[in-house]
Structures are given as C-alpha cells and as structure tokens.
C-alpha cells in the first residue's frame, strides 16, 4: 500500500524514481480505508533529507500510512528554508489536538548540550508528555532516543572523548521481541554521535530492555513494551553516503575527525561505500508499523494514556 505524503514535497519524485509507491490525496480518499496516522517530529538540520530516509522506509509498508511533518513550534533550523516549512510543516501547537498511531522523533546534532541548555528543551517535555495520551506507539532516534530515556526514566547520557563514528556490528539481546523479527544474529549499522547510554544506567530501570548493542559503541536499540516505546540510539535510516557527507563536511571545515570506521572500502574515502544495513532498517520499521497496526485502535479518539 503506497505511502499518503504531499505531491510537492521533494521526497515525492524521489520515491517515486526508486520505485517507493506514494499516492496523492485524490486517490487516498477513494480508498475506504482509515490509514495509519504517523507523525514525524523532524529535528534533523538537513530536515528534506530526513524526510526523504523515513518516508522510504515507512513507504514499504504494506499498510496505508499518512505521514504528517512536524517541527518545533521556536526554532528556526539554518539548512531548510522557512517557505519549505511553511509548506509542508504543522508546528507542534497546531498538531497536539491531533492523535497518531505512531510518532517518530528524529535526532539532531546536540548530544554536547546538556539538556537543560538546548533552547527548545522546555517544548521537547511538553511533546514528551503529549506523547502518552495522544500517540499509541513511538520511535526515538538518536538524540530524540537519549532525550525521551532521560525525560521519562531519568537515564542519563554520557559524553564521549572522541566522535563514535562508522559503521559497527549489532548483537541481538533479544530475538523474541516483535521489533526484530526476521533480523541476523548480528547486523551493522551506522553510528554517529558524541554521547552514548550505559547498559548499567539501564539496568534496575522498570519496563527497560535493551534489544541489540555493539561491543564497541554499547547500547544501540532498546524498548518500554508497556508504554510502546523504541529508542533507537544509532542511525538505520541513514542513507548509503550520510556518512561519508558528515565526514567530508568536517574535513572542509577543518574539524578534526577520524575516518568512520568499517565504511569506506579499504578505508579509501574515493571509493563508495557499500550499504549492509538497508535490509535491516526497513525490516525495523515494518515490524513497529505491525506492532501498532496490531494494536492501535480502529477508532482513533480512543487512543489514551499509557
């Protein structure tokens, strides 16, 4: 079933070029179908790329989903031009009157801010708290992921020495929970970030369970069955080249960084990098995509409190 999002949005002739099914209003409504109502709180500077990962993956859904754009109300990103947002963005005062069946909150590049000191911080609470009596299930990435375990278990993030950085190898914890059904016994993914969560802050925390981690870079997936939460600390969405951007990008800008690690072949920055988690990132989004079409209500007003 195609994907409902705006004709004109940018993502639209991309998805259609790689054969992603996206639909347009006019047919979505001939449909006599409640769709899935998923709302993206998109964080990311370079917000038309983002929409461009999670609405590929969320696009393969067999399912008909609805994806609604939303952004912090006082913020004014530097990288996507404020007639785009226009456009295609509800501020997050326009959307709490709304209820969704799922909620992705994306990253953005500030894991070196205490939370407090983030300028928005005050209004990500408030969608935090919205988040239990108007979404049935939620997806945090990232930062997003750090901020929600901080806001709602008292998890705390801890700062890195030096930029974890490539792309690193997964061990399942637990192959039983839904969220990673059909995944390998291993599985890589891209990491980008200067802080990390603990295993040991997660341990004694109720209704917390890690699902996968690396050796090296620690926890990466870890979900609140009960509350229908899945924090997503690393970066399956990312697209084949997101990392070799962040790493050129730093090297023009004369920032000291490594070379992500396991990413360019050889460690040549001239070749392309393979991409050995794509499989895995859509498998991820397809099993939360069932979980809440297996357990969300078909009356969408009923969608409540945790």
Same mark, same amino acid.
């Given at each position: 079933?195609?994907?409902?999002?705006?004709?004109?949005?940018p993502a639209?002739?991309?998805?259609?070029?790689?054969?992603?099914?996206v639909?347009?209003?006019?047919?979505?409504i001939?449909q006599?179908?409640?769709?899935l109502?998923?709302g993206?709180?998109?964080?990311?500077?370079?917000k038309?790329?983002?929409?461009l990962?999670?609405?590929?993956?969320?696009?393969a859904s067999?399912l008909?989903?609805?994806?609604?754009?939303?952004?912090?109300g006082?913020?004014?990103?530097?990288?996507t031009?404020?007639?785009?947002?226009?456009?295609?963005?509800?501020?997050?005062e326009?959307?709490?009157?709304?209820?969704?069946?799922g909620?992705?909150v994306?990253?953005?590049?500030v894991?070196t801010?205490?939370y407090e000191?983030?300028?928005?911080w005050?209004?990500?609470?408030?969608?935090?708290a919205w988040?239990?009596?108007n979404?049935h299930?939620t997806m945090n990435?990232?930062?997003?992921?750090?901020?929600?375990?901080?806001?709602?278990h008292?998890?705390?993030k801890?700062?890195?020495?030096e930029?974890?950085?490539?792309v690193y190898?997964?061990?399942i914890?637990? %192959?039983?929970?839904?969220?990673? @059904?059909? +995944?390998?016994? #291993?599985? =890589?993914?891209p990491?980008?970030r200067?802080?990390e969560?603990?295993?040991a802050?997660?341990?004694?925390?109720?209704?917390?369970?890690?699902?996968?981690?690396?050796?090296?870079?620690?926890?990466?997936?870890?979900?609140?069955r009960?509350?229908?939460r899945?924090?997503?600390?690393?970066?399956?969405?990312y697209?084949?080249?997101?990392?070799?951007d962040?790493?050129?990008r730093?090297?023009?800008?004369?920032? %000291?960084?490594r070379?992500?690690? @396991?990413? +360019?072949?050889n #460690?040549? =920055?001239?070749?392309p990098?393979a991409?050995?988690?794509?499989?895995?990132?859509?498998?991820?989004l397809?099993?939360?995509?069932?979980?809440?079409?297996?357990?969300?209500?078909?009356?969408?007003?009923?969608?409540?409190?945790c």
């Amino acid at each position: 079933m195609p994907i409902k999002i705006p004709d004109k949005l940018p993502a639209f002739q991309a998805l259609v070029n790689e054969g992603v099914r996206v639909m347009t209003e006019a047919v979505a409504i001939r449909q006599d179908i409640r769709p899935l109502q998923i709302g993206l709180l998109n964080l990311m500077p370079n917000k038309i790329r983002t929409e461009l990962q999670m609405a590929r993956l969320l696009g393969a859904s067999p399912l008909q989903i609805e994806l609604s754009l939303i952004r912090i109300g006082n913020h004014k990103p530097r990288n996507t031009s404020e007639d785009h947002l226009r456009a295609f963005y509800q501020t997050w005062e326009r959307a709490r009157e709304r209820k969704f069946d799922g909620f992705i909150v994306t990253g953005t590049p500030v894991e070196t801010i205490p939370y407090e000191d983030v300028t928005y911080w005050q209004e990500m609470q408030q969608i935090f708290a919205w988040t239990q009596t108007n979404v049935h299930a939620t997806m945090n990435i990232c930062w997003g992921a750090m901020a929600a375990l901080y806001h709602f278990h008292g998890v705390p993030k801890n700062q890195l020495t030096e930029k974890a950085f490539g792309v690193y190898r997964q061990t399942i914890l637990k %192959p039983s929970s839904p969220y990673l @059904n059909g +995944f390998s016994d #291993d599985f =890589a993914v891209p990491v980008s970030r200067w802080a990390e969560i603990r295993a040991a802050d997660l341990a004694g925390r109720p209704g917390l369970t890690p699902l996968a981690q690396s050796d090296e870079k620690g926890v990466s997936i870890v979900e609140d069955r009960e509350c229908r939460r899945l924090y997503v600390l690393d970066h399956l969405e990312y697209d084949s080249e997101s990392l070799a951007d962040e790493y050129f990008r730093d090297i023009a800008a004369k920032v %000291p960084i490594r070379m992500p690690f @396991n990413y +360019f072949p050889n #460690d040549d =920055a001239s070749l392309p990098p393979a991409n050995r988690w794509r499989s895995h990132a859509h498998l991820l989004l397809s099993n939360w995509i069932n979980e809440i079409y297996q357990t969300t209500p078909f009356d969408i007003g009923l969608i409540g409190k945790c």
